[in-house]
């Protein structure tokens, strides 16, 4: 079955940087976009970012624009967001998730993983 395992979260000091990864199984990888969400306590989860198939578009949300990157290795069935420059608002579970569709539409989403928590103290 489809399956989506993330790692690489942990507790930063404000400023510090994180990178996380997410292993795709049970599906063909290269065929989907990828995406990044996170959610925090009492709030909704929201698309961070987004990478299409070929690794050449890719989406950011306005509040991680110039401090977070998506990347993607096909050949490991692997995404990544390289986290730089954290704030303390950063503190939340982040999720990957796949898409058929473009990397940028939050509802096209489907089939989420377990999330890494990431908690960044001031």
């Known amino acids: 079955q489809v399956q989506l395992v993330e790692s690489g979260g942990g507790l930063v000091q404000a400023g510090g940087s994180l990178r996380l990864s997410c292993v795709g199984s049970?599906?063909?990888?290269?065929?989907?976009?990828m995406g990044w969400f996170r959610q925090a306590p009492g709030k909704e989860r929201q698309l961070v970012a987004g990478i299409s198939w070929s690794g050449v578009n890719t989406y950011y949300a306005e509040f991680v624009t110039g401090r977070f990157t998506i990347s993607r290795d096909n050949a490991k069935n692997t995404v990544y967001l390289q986290m730089n420059s954290l704030k303390p608002e950063d503190t939340a579970v982040y999720y990957c998730?796949?898409?058929?569709?473009?990397?940028?539409?939050?509802?096209?989403?489907?089939?989420w993983g377990q999330g890494t928590q990431v908690t960044v103290s001031s």
């Open positions: 998730s796949r898409t058929w569709g473009s990397p940028s539409q939050a509802n096209e989403y489907d089939k």
């Open positions: 049970g599906f063909t990888f290269r065929n989907h976009a």
